[in-house]
């Protein structure tokens, strides 16, 4: 199996990494870090899996598109995972306009150009946040609502090319960005787990991938509800520092 992986350096993408070599994977990652990228690519190598490892910034779509081409050259990607993705912090202009620019932006990137070779299998990273509103993540709410409409929408629509399409949306996976969370975080799951269940599922062409399954019921009630009524909800949520 021939595997790409963006955000590939910590949290779930590096739990995916990892568990993708100890499979077998030839694997192609990239990451931001390269001391924190290189580090996950040589514990894969002490695994066994071949692996290719790059800093991209996956908001450059030229530096993207040359990346997966060249790695698709290589070995034809069987699964391409638009990984990589950040948390907010404080709702400044600054701060909103990057969240956008690699939740989805980077996304775009990475998906478009594996649809145009034809990728075996895609999988998009989006969130249990991503069936907000949420006041204590707007524009990561935001974000992730659109990577798991897009995925969920391409998936009908590529399936007759015979590129299938799965969305996963988690909820608290231990990360970078949990690292810094103040807020409660119900379900808490460790990423090396969180990324068996997602390959497990993914295995079997599931296309949302939605856990724990409490959260999901949780935030699609609140995202069912009448407006109103979700506001003043929300009101009530913790602030997320």
Do not use: Q
């Not at 990607?77 to 990984?83: I, K, Q, T």
């Not at 775009?108 to 145009?116: E, H």
Request: net charge positive.
């Amino acid at each position: 199996m021939n595997t790409l992986i963006t955000g590939a350096s910590s949290g779930i993408g590096e739990a995916l990494t990892i568990a993708s070599a100890r499979r077998g994977d030839r694997l192609f990652i990239c990451g931001r870090d390269r001391e924190r990228l290189e580090a996950v690519a040589e514990r894969c190598r002490r695994l066994g899996a071949e692996v290719d490892a790059e800093v991209v910034d996956v908001a450059d779509e030229a530096a993207m598109r040359r990346w997966i081409e060249s790695c698709d050259d290589a070995a034809h990607l069987d699964r391409v995972f638009a990984n990589a993705g950040v948390a907010t912090g404080e709702e400044s202009e600054a701060n909103v306009r990057r969240t956008f620019a690699i939740n989805v932006g980077g996304t775009v990137n990475t998906v478009m150009p594996a649809i145009a070779r034809k990728a075996g299998h895609i999988i998009l990273t989006a969130s249990i946040a991503g069936y907000g509103p949420l006041k204590s993540c707007p524009s990561y709410s935001a974000t992730k609502s659109c990577v798991k409409t897009w995925g969920l929408s391409l998936r009908g629509m590529l399936a007759d090319k015979g590129i299938k399409v799965s969305v996963i949306c988690p909820g608290f996976v231990r990360s970078r960005i949990t690292d810094k969370n103040t807020c409660p975080m119900p379900f808490f799951m460790e990423a090396p787990a969180a990324a068996e269940l997602i390959l497990k599922r993914v295995d079997r062409n599931v296309g949302l991938i939605a856990f724990p399954w409490p959260m999901r019921f949780a935030t699609w009630l609140l995202a069912s509800l009448p407006f109103r009524l979700n506001e003043l909800i929300n009101r009530l949520l913790p602030k997320k520092a």
